[in-house]
């Protein structure tokens, strides 16, 4: 069966859930909770993509922008279907919807023990950013 990519709805999400957490290298927090998710993919209406073999869910990328730069988040196939270009393809579907909305750059994270990510990403001529820190904070400081 051909492989389709198409926008990710939120019907897709146990899907895309499942294979985010059957995936190694992908951190899974309280921001990818059904709900965030929803209102990530309305703020973001077709950004997000799946990729599906017949009913089977084999790949995701999320991906959105503040209006200034884009993100991607869980750029992610599922491990038996590696290496037949689909996270590729993926991506490059995410980029051009970018490009689209007047976004000229894009970030993306990827956990220092991820070797397989980070090495995709390297091939894809990915910008390693070695100067920069990243920091997190709660939007509900304690106390």
Same mark, same amino acid.
């Not at 899974?28 to 209102?39: C, H, R």
């Not at 196939?77 to 750059?105: C, Q, S």
């Given at each position: ?34 709900? =965030? !998710? ?8 077709? @950004?997000?993509?799946? &990729?599906?073999? $017949?009913?089977?869910?084999? %790949? ?18 599922? =491990? !038996? ?8 393809? @993926?991506?490059?579907? &995410?980029?051009? $919807?970018?490009?689209?909305? %007047? ?41």
């Amino acid at each position: 069966m051909e492989v389709l990519i198409r926008p990710f709805e939120a019907a897709d999400y146990p899907a895309a859930r499942a294979l985010w957490e059957r995936t190694g290298g992908v951190g899974i927090s309280s921001a990818d909770e059904p709900a =965030p !998710i929803a209102a990530f993919l309305a703020r973001n209406p077709g @950004l997000s993509l799946v &990729a599906t073999d $017949g009913e089977r869910l084999i %790949g995701t990328v999320l991906c959105g922008h503040d209006g200034r730069r884009g993100l991607i988040h869980h750029l992610v196939t599922d =491990p !038996i279907e590696r290496r037949r270009g689909l996270a590729t393809r @993926l991506l490059r579907a &995410a980029l051009r $919807g970018l490009a689209d909305a %007047g976004i000229g750059k894009c970030h993306l994270l990827v956990f220092r023990s991820n070797a397989d990510g980070i090495g995709f990403w390297r091939g894809v001529g990915a910008e390693e950013r070695v100067e920069l820190t990243l920091f997190s904070l709660p939007t509900q400081p304690p106390g």
